[in-house]
Each structure stands twice: as structure tokens, then as C-alpha cells.
């Protein structure tokens, strides 16, 4: 893209001399208004004109001009991240991302990637007209992203899940820990099922939650029950659960450690330990397969020897952050170690 | 929010009256062109606030009037579903969001939805601007979303996993099916590791990927061999792997159905069926400790009774859609049923 011109700032300037001239000669208070106002605006934009072409172009010693580009690093594929930060007008972002994704055309960079702060939303659409699309978004930020080479896109998938648990927690006496919820599909139905609830990223923490921990916090959370994790007995994934994304739902062995339920008010209407032959004879449990499965896997749990997966901590040769593989501890002969970060 | 007046258009007006007279006194064509060029401008701006105006006031027979707003369908929880298709002026959609928002919170009304089709970019910052906070993106669009009520929302998650297969493909010899990576983090490492890919959502077919069919598509796509899906035998859970997202990957035990090996050129530098022990014997297997334990479960499914986690179909009961239930179906005698779909 040929770079503008300082000359092309002598038109603005003009402008705000015939503008002032005029006013001298104008008795009437609206029209003067406008004006006044109209070379506001003429201000401003001259303003963000000089503000690009100074930030755009350095001339150095050696006479050569070097174009400023958006603040950006490299990442691990050939690509760049461009982390918006600071308030811009959207005709500066426009004319310096044009700048810029032609500079890392000529240096070969694969793809753009650019972080939107939700403060910076005038910059979507100047971003989206230079040909970029959304990659995915949170409640605090839009991520972009471009592809500038010919070949196809080797651009990572957003993510494509929502994770869940649910956990079976049996006492001594074969009850089974249950709840009735004040919303959701079973609101006002009195169905009684297993707690359940969404794995948390904690995005503001920076730091994600395993599964073994979401079953252990909302067992306590809803019934004040507290558990050590045992085994995942099972898994179910669906598909388009929301918005075309799809589900993957935990099935959690808890041992109980405590046996005094408090109910949480805001979403539990009722909460009780129940006798499995109960529970497996609702109505609900008969219709609902995965609710049959639930009471199949207590049972099996209970009368035989099935069993699931259990987390074993590893760490990862690249960073050292720790991740959790879930495996059939038994049958490899290793011993499981949740409780390392319980 | 109160409504704007329709007196409001008598200011445009009287300045475009104003502007037409002093033309005739103005001998530079530059302002000249100026002042045409705000002229063009400023009727520009009328139209869009004399459509907004007879858009949102419909004067009924009994004398009422009726404030028209944005299209919106009502969900199963309270709230409303915006789907933005045509095109809009920002200035139009902020003044009947504004009312439309007044209305629900008057309706009682409480998750506001508003799907932007990317080519409705322009309306991103008008839909912030009222408060609206993003909830997700996918390439073609963006889903933003504003809670009404003075509770605590109960806005579901954004999806917040990745989800990844890797295939254990052992034949009779003992003998793993191995490849190398063209790109990624193993290029040019010389490291012989399993197939592995991402679930794919298939967002245009509205149809998301099976574990079990993602698995039987990769090890298809990057060596040629037919497979048949076993078990998972193990899932490793990682957070913080993608732009703060978590990731849920799945070893997945496949029986071969096949046995020439027909590499893909695109992704798979070279692939063969290589002796566990050579793989195990690899450095990185030692390095990476999940290399080390793919190691470890190919050999504790040879040697004893490993059991994993089939999958089991199983069917809503709200919408009659199936989904699959993974399980130790041996300890739970049921038999799987990957088959019905694979």
C-alpha cells in the first residue's frame, strides 16, 4: 500500500484558514455554531493525522524512513499478536494495521492475531474491513485473526466445549446424595438428581479447574457435603448443546468425608441423602438414560468391582505446569495423587 | 429512556436551509466543495433519523402509539434472542437497541442476546456502547449478551475446552503406528509419536465430531490405515494451553483393519509401524511423561486386562438427539455401540 503524503495535510489546514476568515464576516449565531463546531472536528482529525504520520514515519540518520507499525510480538508459529491496549481513533488503527499487515506480508509472517480490549470495540469493524475475521471471544475481549499466506489456514480451532460434572456420593448406609434445583429443564419438577455443575475456568485467576476439584467444590457448594475424589466412573459428549458447541459431562466418584447437609438457598431447593432403590425408581431416572446409567453405576460401584478413571499428576517437559491424565490406576498398577492439589 | 422528538429534525434542517443561501455568495471552490460535501452529509444523517423516527412510532387506530423494536425471538430462560441479518446504520440500531433494552426491562425480560453476523461489524460498538459485553465469537459471527435484572446473572459459560484424540494402533506384531510431524512443536525432532488431531465441530454441517469418529479420522487422514475404536483408555486434562483455555485430550485404543501405510503429504513427514519398544526406547518418550505412559498403557493392554471407557449410545429425553455415554462397559456387562455411527 503506497503511504500517504505529507502533503496531503495542507488540505485540512487550508481548510481551517477559510473557515477562520469566514467567521469574521458571519452575524448568524447557529450558523457560527456549526462552524465552530465542524472545526472541532477538523481539529481533531488534523490532530490524529499528525499523530499517525509522526508515529508512522522515522527518518534516520542514514536517510532511509522507517514506518512504525502496531505494537506486536512474534508467537511460536510464524505469526504475530497484536495486544491493543491504549485508546486509538478508528481511522489511525485503520490506516496503521493496513501499514503493518503489508510489512508482515513482506516479511512472510503467517498469522495476525489481534486482541481487542471490549473498551477498544470502535476498532472491530476498521479491523474486520482490512479482511479480518473473529476467532473467539470472552466477556473482556474480542480476539481477531488474519491469515496472510496463500496456503490454507492452519489457525488453531476455538474452543469447542463446555465441560461438566456430576457427582455420586454414597454413604455407608446405601443413600445416594441428592438435590432438587430451583432453575434449569428440572426446575419445579420434583426431580431429585446428583449435584452437577460447570467446570470453571477462572480466567481471572489465569488458571483453569480440573475436574476433580469442580466435582469436590460443588458438592460442598450446594450441599455443604464434603468429599474426596475418587474415580471418574464415566463420560457422556454431546452435541449442539449451546450455540453449536458441544458438551462433555464428567460422571465423579466422591467418597463423603462429612454427612450434615447444608443446602446452598440461591440455586438448591432441597437437598437429602436418599436410598439408591429410590432414587433408581423416579420416574425421571426411568426416562432420563443418563440419569438410569448414574443409578447402574452406583449399584455396580456398590455390588461389584467396576472401575473408572483416576487422576495422576505429570508435568509437562515444555513449561512445567502440571496437567492431569485420568487413567484405570488399577489395571496399570499406578497410584493415584488428586489429592495433591484437592 | 425517554424518546427522542421529532422536533429534534427541525435543527438539520434549518442548517441545510442555511448552507443552500450562503452557496450563492461563495466564489472558492474549494469551500464550495466543502460545504457540498457536509451538505451530503448532514442528508444523510436526516434520512437515517427520519427512517429511525417512522421505524420505532407506529400511531395506531385507537390512538396509541407503538414503539417498534428489534427483531428478537424469546428463550427457554427468560430471556431474549436477537439474530441481526440485514444491514443497519450504527445510529438506527443504537436508538431501537436503546428502546428495544427499555422495553424487555419493562417486560420483565432477563439475558439479552444479540447474534452480529461479521458483516454487521459496524454494529459491535453501538451494542457496547449499551452496555452489552461479548459472550462468544466464532469466525462468521459474534454473540454479545446484556443481563437486565439487578441479580446476579445466570448466563451460561462460553465453551472452555479444546478437545484432542491421539490413536494407539497396535497390530499383531507388537508394532505401534508412528508418525512425524511436518509442523508443530515436533518439526524436525525426529520424535516418532501417535496420531493425534482435534476434534473437529464442523460448525457449517451443524453437526459436532464424536471422540470415537475424530479418532478413526485422523489415523484414516494422516496414514491411510482403516481402524475400528476399542476404548479410551486414559484423557489427559491441561489448562492455560490456547489463549488461557483449557484442553481435554483422549488416548484412544483403535484395532487396525488395515495395514499399508499411505502417508498424507500435507501435515506427516513419515509414518510406519515401529516396535513398542523402539517407541519406548525413544528419548522423548522418557522425556514427555505422556509419552511415557502411552507406552505404559500399550503395554498393559498387551501384556494384562486393561479395561477403558467404550461408548455406550444414548438418546434425550428432551430432543431426541443421541449422544454417547462412555463407560467400563465390562465391570457395568453392557456392550458398547461406537459401531451404530462409525
Redesign the interface.
Same mark, same amino acid.
Given at each position: 500500500m503506497p503511504l500517504p503524503r505529507p502533503a496531503f495535510l495542507r488540505l485540512p489546514v487550508? +481548510?481551517l484558514d477559510?473557515f477562520l476568515q469566514?467567521l469574521q464576516f458571519n452575524g448568524?449565531p447557529? @450558523?457560527r455554531a456549526?462552524i465552530i463546531s465542524?472545526l472541532y472536528h477538523r481539529i481533531l482529525l488534523l490532530r490524529f493525522w499528525v499523530g499517525t504520520m509522526s508515529a508512522r514515519h522515522q527518518v534516520f540518520e542514514n536517510g532511509l524512513e522507517q514506518v512504525e507499525l502496531l505494537p506486536a510480538t512474534n508467537d511460536d $508459529?510464524g505469526g504475530v499478536i497484536v495486544e491493543m491496549k491504549g485508546s486509538m481513533a478508528s481511522e489511525v488503527f485503520a490506516t496503521l494495521l493496513r501499514a503493518s499487515v503489508s510489512e508482515w506480508r513482506r516479511q512472510g509472517k503467517k498469522g495476525v492475531w489481534i486482541k481487542l480490549p471490549?473498551g477498544l470495540?470502535?476498532l472491530?469493524?476498521p479491523? +474486520?474491513?482490512e479482511g479480518f475475521?473473529?476467532? $473467539?471471544?470472552?466477556? #473482556?475481549?474480542?480476539?481477531l485473526v488474519y491469515w496472510i499466506p496463500d496456503t490454507s489456514s492452519?489457525i488453531? @480451532? #476455538?474452543?469447542? $466445549?463446555?465441560?461438566g460434572i456430576g457427582a455420586i456420593v454414597l454413604n455407608d448406609k446405601r443413600e445416594l446424595l441428592v438435590v432438587q434445583e430451583k432453575?434449569g429443564?428440572f426446575q419445579d419438577t420434583g426431580v431429585w438428581k446428583i449435584p452437577t455443575g460447570? +467446570?470453571?475456568?477462572e480466567?481471572f485467576n489465569? /488458571?483453569?479447574e480440573?475436574?476433580f476439584m469442580a466435582a469436590k467444590r460443588e458438592v460442598k457448594e450446594e450441599t455443604g457435603i464434603d468429599t474426596e475424589f475418587q474415580e471418574i @466412573?464415566?463420560?457422556? /459428549?454431546?452435541?449442539?448443546v449451546?450455540? /453449536?458447541?458441544?458438551d462433555?459431562f464428567f460422571i465423579c466418584m466422591m467418597r463423603p468425608l462429612s454427612f450434615d447437609i447444608e443446602k446452598q438457598e440461591l440455586e438448591i431447593a432441597a437437598a437429602q441423602w436418599m436410598p439408591l432403590e429410590e432414587y433408581a425408581d423416579q420416574p425421571s431416572t426411568q426416562? $432420563?438414560?443418563?440419569f438410569k446409567?448414574i443409578a447402574? @453405576?452406583c449399584l455396580?460401584k456398590m455390588q461389584?468391582?467396576?472401575?473408572?478413571?483416576s487422576p495422576?499428576r505429570?508435568?509437562?517437559?515444555?513449561n512445567n505446569?502440571f496437567?492431569?491424565?485420568?487413567? #484405570?490406576s488399577r489395571?496399570?498398577?499406578v497410584s493415584s495423587n488428586s489429592s495433591d492439589q484437592s
Open positions: 487550508l +481548510v477559510l469566514r448568524c447557529l @450558523l456549526l465542524r $508459529h471490549i470495540a470502535n472491530v469493524d479491523a +474486520v474491513k475475521c473473529y476467532h $473467539h471471544a470472552e466477556p #473482556n475481549y474480542l480476539m492452519t488453531p @480451532l #476455538n474452543a469447542s $466445549h463446555c465441560v432453575s429443564i460447570v +467446570v470453571e475456568e480466567l489465569l /488458571q483453569g480440573n475436574l @466412573l464415566a463420560f457422556r /459428549q454431546s452435541h449442539k449451546f450455540f /453449536q458447541k458441544s462433555l426416562k $432420563h438414560k443418563i446409567y447402574d @453405576l455396580a461389584s468391582d467396576y472401575t473408572g478413571l495422576l505429570i508435568t509437562s517437559a515444555f505446569n496437567s492431569y491424565l485420568y487413567l #484405570n489395571d496399570l498398577n
